[in-house]
């Protein structure tokens, strides 16, 4: 039998995913990225997850649209006159359902001068499918998708011309290490013009339980997104994860505000990848993968976020409860 060394990869060219699995699993801890959960299967699983009576931030955010949503536009356009083109760049658009209510409202405020929506999605069925359903219940609206890694976002905002309305909601900075939170939402303000806004969704910390229940829910349907990773990498790289050895893993730590998941080896094994010329990784019994971030913030944390990436905090909206925040923010 041949086992690959670490550092004599095979000579053929690796897929990104590949090169990531070789990289994520040689390191302490072991790691995959989130971003790799949404292949079909996975974004519609997600989809399911966003239903789930545990995960209480899609409906949360779409809470505040819907008593918020006039204002939230007006927010979004303001420093940009009511006649002058306005694009409206959204990243991680998912089906995009919260976000079409902010797209009625500034249809509605901006007579004549329909905005544009780029919607900018890893998955290419999601954003699909989000077309699709644009086409049929905004019909004005100018529409331009891009299934992107958010990195493209970024090179769309410095190269678009004119006004800008950008959206990272749901909570999807959470996703980032704190560190990266900064560097993005930096990133992100960089090409802005103070008449441009950024809308950004930040779930915030709340009784521990909740938060930890909304990624453990009971119907196991968090469980399956975070086991569909592997099974991702069987079918794409021919890796051998047998699923049944793996379990879900969610923890909590309410000093930190950090939301991880992980997944555990129910026993030692050795896992072969198939694009990687069949390497081999070993995992001793009950040691764990991490493959997502998912972190909760304060309204101070928001605040020091935002004046260390050169952004102010324009307006924060918020649902009853004091669960989610929506905050403009503006260079
Ligand atoms: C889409 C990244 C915001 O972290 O809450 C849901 C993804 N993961 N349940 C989140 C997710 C597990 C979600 N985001």
């Given at each position: 039998m041949v086992i690959n060394e670490p550092n004599s990869p095979p000579a053929i060219a690796l897929s990104s995913l590949a090169e990531h699995v070789q990289q994520g699993l040689s390191q302490t801890p072991k790691t995959l990225s989130?971003?790799?959960?949404?292949d079909e299967t996975g974004s519609q699983l997600f989809q399911q997850i966003m239903a789930l009576p545990e995960y209480y931030p899609t409906r949360t955010e779409l809470a505040i649209f819907r008593a918020q949503g006039a204002a939230i536009g007006q927010a979004l356009g303001a420093g940009t006159g009511p006649g002058e083109p306005l694009a409206v760049v959204e990243l991680g658009a998912g089906d995009g359902l919260k976000t079409k209510l902010l797209l009625r409202e500034l249809l509605a405020a901006r007579p004549g001068a329909a905005p544009t929506y780029v919607p900018v999605d890893i998955s290419p069925s999601a954003l699909e499918g989000l077309v699709a359903t644009l086409r049929q219940e905004l019909p004005a609206l100018p529409t331009e998708p891009l299934a992107a890694e958010y990195g493209a976002a970024l090179r769309e905002l410095a190269t678009r011309p004119g006004a800008k309305a950008v959206l990272f909601l749901g909570s999807n900075i959470g996703n980032f290490a704190p560190a990266e939170q900064q560097q993005f939402l930096a990133a992100l303000a960089e090409p802005l013009t103070p008449a441009d806004r950024l809308l950004v969704g930040f779930d915030l910390r709340k009784d521990p339980r909740r938060i930890r229940a909304a990624y453990d829910d009971a119907a196991g349907v968090t469980a399956a997104f975070n086991l569909n990773l592997l099974r991702r990498l069987n079918t794409e790289l021919g890796a051998d994860f047998q699923l049944a050895d793996w379990q879900h893993f969610p923890d909590y730590d309410p000093s930190t505000g950090a939301m991880r998941s992980w997944l555990v080896s129910r026993r030692a094994q050795t896992v072969r990848v198939g694009a990687l010329g069949g390497q081999a990784f070993e995992f001793a019994a009950w040691e764990a993968i991490h493959t997502e971030n998912s972190y909760k913030f304060s309204l101070p944390q928001i605040e020091a976020l935002a004046a260390g990436a050169g952004l102010r905090v324009v307006e924060v909206f918020e649902d009853g409860n004091h669960d989610f925040a929506d905050v403009v923010l503006a260079v």
């Open positions: 989130s971003k790799y959960f949404y």
